[in-house]
């Protein structure tokens, strides 16, 4: 008898990744820390029965002052997950341009006006600071001063012609998926929604209270009864639970197309199975809200 995992399984999977735990989450091309560059979906198969995605993230934290190659797994025989504050979490931080040739080529948000390269996967990778370079290639500056090229708008260029050095190598991919595993799909762009579901914990009577007088000691409230902080919290509560019910009807992976038909590729190893109907949506330009905080 031929064992496969179920469409079901996969979907599920992925739909309920956000309570595995704090730190594990569904593929955010429009995380608010980090402005998208580039993205990337490796599936997996292996016999009978096991599957797992990797989805590449490539982009640009200010906090953490790096152009990072994040991976985000998914799968039902994961294997050597990290951990962050002591949890699991299904994400891999790499970061693809040797850290002193970056370092030499900016000044804090912006490229230097002589930076000439960067060193990423033994290659020299060439830089621009021609402000034309970039509007031929439809990527509008920011320019918060004249001719200064942000850190992503540099990096948007240079994958362009340099996008598989910027990759993930099938070792890295492969950290936390078993070797017997067969990579059986790679997309480079396809439709998609984020999602993500506020963690609605349950707040005691004497909790509220507690907290009604702790900050009224604190700052005063502008003279807030208790009534009314109530009535506040239980109105924050109802959009709370709105943005959470339209999330799941809307945007959890097993609600549209694209994963849909991937549960299918997945499930039966039949790569036909992924016939989009809908455009592309993952090019950088389409997620204006990556980066903005």
Known sequence: MEFMPSENEILSTLDNTYKLGAYCFFIPLGHSYTYLIDCRINIFRGEPDKWAIAAEILGYNPRGGRIELQIYYYGNCLINLEEYNNQLTNTYTLFPIE???????????YLKPDAEFWLVSGSNVKLSTNKQDYLNNAIELKEYESNQIGIEEAARLAIIEHRDLFRAKDDELYKSIRK???KILVLDEWYHKDFHMMDLPSISDDHLKYTFEFNKELTGLAGMD?????????????????????Q?????????????????????????????????????????GSGSL
């Open 99 to 109: 850290e002193d040739s970056f370092f030499e080529s900016i000044d804090v948000l």
């Open 180 to 182: 017997d595993l067969k």
């Open 226 to 246: 208790f009534e009314t902080f109530i009535n506040l919290h239980t109105s924050q509560e109802l959009r709370n639970e709105e943005y959470n019910k339209n």
């Open 248 to 288: 799941w009807e809307v945007n959890r992976p097993s609600a549209y197309e694209t994963w849909q038909q991937l549960a299918k590729v997945t499930a039966t190893g039949d790569t036909s199975f992924y016939k989009p109907t809908v455009t592309p949506n993952t090019h950088w330009i389409n997620w204006p």
